[in-house]
T-cell receptor, first 115, second 113 residues
Framework: EADIYQTPRYLVIGTGKKITLECSQT?????MYWYQQDPGMELHLIHY???????EKGDLSSESTVSRIRTEHFPLTLESARPSHTSQYLC??????????????FGPGTRLTVL | GENVEQHPSTLSVQEGDSAVIKCTYSDSASNYFPWYKQELGKRPQLIIDIRSNVGEKKDQRIAVTLNKTAKHFSLHITETQPEDSAVYFCAASYNTNAGKSTFGDGTTLTVKP
């Protein structure tokens, strides 16, 4: 079944650790996004990608980095985690069909806690 | 860049009443306006969307209206049910913005039985 997968779903780590949040989609979409969201709060776009080898920074400044080596895979990396990074991270994807944008499909999220 | 404002931030209604959430946007080039529903602990999901070439779209109990001149769009939910309780997000995007949607801050809707 076509879907967006995120791992891990929950992560608790210590300050200073390097972490990578995984996101994979089997939707066949070119565009992928990373959002940061505190529970029930606004969605902050931190990174997005048009396709392979394309990455752009979003509206919210982030100390994370992303890569897009394969269409279906869009991992997010924090080189040195800090307590201020504690949040939920949502991955999403969408297709650009006929020059028009369509809905974004979201993954289940990774809830990150940095101690 | 695009700026989307959403009101109200919280909304409480009695079951069976209607609920209206309003959003305004700043960039007249925006031409796609989706609404997402996020239930507690779950991922956001699209419930309805509208493009700038139409003024209104309806799907059962939910409808969206768009006023391009005033640059605002609204979500209408009729005959609300407890399962409508969730956070609702509006968004705006345009073709030349290469994939970015700007989201509103969200409205927490509570439907009291």
């Amino acid at each position: 079944e076509a879907d967006i997968y995120q791992t891990p779903r929950y992560l608790v780590i210590g300050t200073g650790k390097k972490i990578t949040l995984e996101c994979s989609q089997t939707m066949g979409h070119d565009k992928m996004y990373w959002y940061q969201q505190d529970p029930g709060m606004e969605l902050h776009l931190i990174h997005y990608s048009y396709g392979v080898n394309s990455t752009e920074k979003g509206d919210l400044s982030s100390e994370s980095t992303v890569s897009r080596i394969r269409t279906e895979h869009f991992p997010l990396t924090l080189e040195s985690a800090r307590p201020s990074h504690t949040s939920q991270y949502l991955c999403a994807s969408s297709e650009l069909a006929g020059g028009s944008y369509n809905e974004q499909f979201f993954g289940p999220g990774t809830r990150l806690t940095v101690l | 860049g695009e700026n989307v404002e959403q009101h109200p931030s919280t909304l409480s209604v009695q079951e069976g009443d209607s609920a209206v959430i309003k959003c305004t946007y700043s960039d007249s080039a925006s031409n796609y306006f989706p609404w997402y529903k996020q239930e507690l602990g779950k991922r956001p999901q699209l419930i309805i969307d509208i493009r700038s070439n139409v003024g209104e779209k309806k799907d059962q109990r939910i409808a969206v209206t768009l006023n391009k001149t005033a640059k605002h769009f609204s979500l209408h939910i009729t005959e609300t049910q407890p399962e409508d309780s969730a956070v609702y997000f509006c968004a705006a995007s345009y073709n030349t913005n290469a994939g970015k949607s700007t989201f509103g801050d969200g409205t927490t809707l509570t439907v009291k039985p």
